[in-house]
């Protein structure tokens, strides 16, 4: 069987075109290659997921969170983990979180500036197992995380979370409710990333 190729001339900015070649000559590898092994790997992951530059995102943000010091651990054996630990260790995990988000949102606001949508997708790398949303309330945003099996303790982990999250993202936290799997967060934001 004999497949025909043909060459397809495609334009694009030269902006793009000088990143690519940068990090094409960073990576050795000559300019047309390394465009075409970028687009194969991103056909390749928009098989299963349409939405590629979430995907993108949020690789790149697990990648900055790995080397913030942040581990994936299975989510149950986490959960009785953080039960199980004697109040003063547990403040100073409580500590740590706060230092760890803050560093990390401050990383994310200068890599996708500060707007709602980074925070989405930070607080969606950081607690997998809750569902996000951000809902417009007048001049200010609802910021709702929760989920069903959260222990109060992963939960109060979330919050301290947020809450350093949305200081380094410029997000002014007006109000904050917690109950057992549920933060709601009332924001006002400078820009809008909707």
């Known amino acids: 069987m004999v497949i025909l190729s043909a060459k397809r001339f ?3 900015s030269e902006s793009t075109l000088s990143v690519a070649a940068k990090l094409a000559e960073r990576a050795g590898i000559p300019l047309r290659e390394f465009i075409e092994s970028v687009l194969a790997e991103v056909l390749k992951a928009m ?10 995102s949020l690789s790149d943000m697990l990648d900055d969170l790995r080397r913030a010091g942040g581990v994936i651990l299975p989510q149950s054996f986490v959960y009785r983990l953080v039960e199980s630990l004697d109040e003063e260790v547990f403040a100073e995990l409580l500590s740590e979180v706060r230092r760890t988000a803050s560093w990390y949102g401050t990383l994310a606001k200068v890599k996708r500036g500060p707007d709602l949508e980074t925070l989405r997708l930070v607080l ?9 949303s951000i809902v417009k309330g007048g001049n200010s945003y609802r910021v709702i995380a929760a989920s069903s099996n959260q ?8 919050r301290a979370a947020l809450e350093e999250l949305c200081k380094a993202l410029d997000l002014e936290v007006k109000d904050i409710q917690v109950s057992r799997g549920i933060i709601k967060v009332s924001v006002r934001c400078s820009t809008h990333g909707e």
């Open 10 to 12: 495609i334009p694009i």
């Open 124 to 132: 969606n790398v950081w607690f997998p197992d809750m569902n996000v």
């Open 47 to 56: 098989q299963f997921r349409s939405n590629i530059i979430e995907v993108i």
């Open 151 to 158: 222990p109060v303790r992963v939960t109060n982990l979330a």
